[in-house]
């Protein structure tokens, strides 16, 4: 009874703090709501094995959303870094007082000559937005892989929700020229332009970052619709 109650107060308050803003908004859940909303008894029945890493809350016109991002944390070291081999992102919707599962998202390190030793979400780049201006959010989820020169060679995947399709973008970083490569679905530029533009906004920051190394010539390739692009 006393989780129920809890439970309960956690939903209204975050009912209430949604009606108070605009249509669209977003927040993270404190490690409290987390624990009073996805006890293990719903994580099974969601389908989440991994320990919750974060949990998102999102509201617009279509209603109220959870996308809860897990981690599988097989390693932590002695100066608390965390290394997983396997990430899965669960989005939920409140459907009269219970969640129903909209999507999941899940992937693991792969063990090539790039060695990955880890995956995981790149929360700095992880947005629940509404780029078209129609009041529903389009989510975007970038994760990425940590291979043998960090960064230099590891993978990066934005998965982005547009009015139920999975549109993503799949990139293969690399230190040298050749071993870079970008795939993006065809679908991608058939979205709303401001979107788009918002995607390669986070691709340019990724670069400043020395998070990514894309092909040169990268934003003409994307300009001229390719789907297939290298060094």
């Known amino acids: 009874m006393r989780r129920i109650i809890i439970v309960c107060i956690a939903v209204v308050c975050l009912t209430k703090a949604f009606s108070q803003k605009t249509k669209v908004v977003s927040d993270i859940l404190t490690y409290q709501q987390v624990k009073a909303l996805f006890p293990d008894t719903v994580c099974k029945r969601l389908g989440i094995v991994f320990p919750i890493f974060r949990v998102y809350a999102y509201a617009d016109n279509a209603g109220k959303y959870y996308c809860i991002l897990s981690e599988s944390q097989n390693e932590v070291t002695a100066d608390k870094d965390t290394f997983s081999h396997s990430i899965k992102a669960v989005n939920v919707r409140i459907n ?28 700095k780049y992880i947005d629940f937005d509404d780029y078209d201006g129609d009041s529903l959010v389009e989510p975007v989820i970038i994760y990425g892989t940590w291979g043998i020169n960090g960064y ?6 934005f ?5 139920g399709r999975k549109v993503a973008i799949r990139h293969q970083n690399g230190d040298l020229d050749f071993e870079r490569e970008t795939l993006v679905d065809k679908a991608f530029y058939q979205l709303p332009s401001s979107l788009q533009a918002a995607i390669k906004q986070k691709m340019m ?3 400043e970052d020395d998070h990514a190394i894309f092909p040169g010539g990268w934003q003409n390739a994307m300009l001229n619709k390719k789907t297939s692009f290298q060094e």
């Open 96 to 123: 009269n007082g219970s969640f129903i599962k909209l999507w999941e998202i899940s992937d693991h390190i792969v063990r090539n000559d790039n060695d990955e030793t880890s995956i995981w979400f790149w929360t």
């Open 205 to 207: 920051l990724m670069e």
């Open 152 to 157: 230099g060679n590891g993978r990066i995947k």
């Open 159 to 163: 998965i982005i929700y547009y009015k």
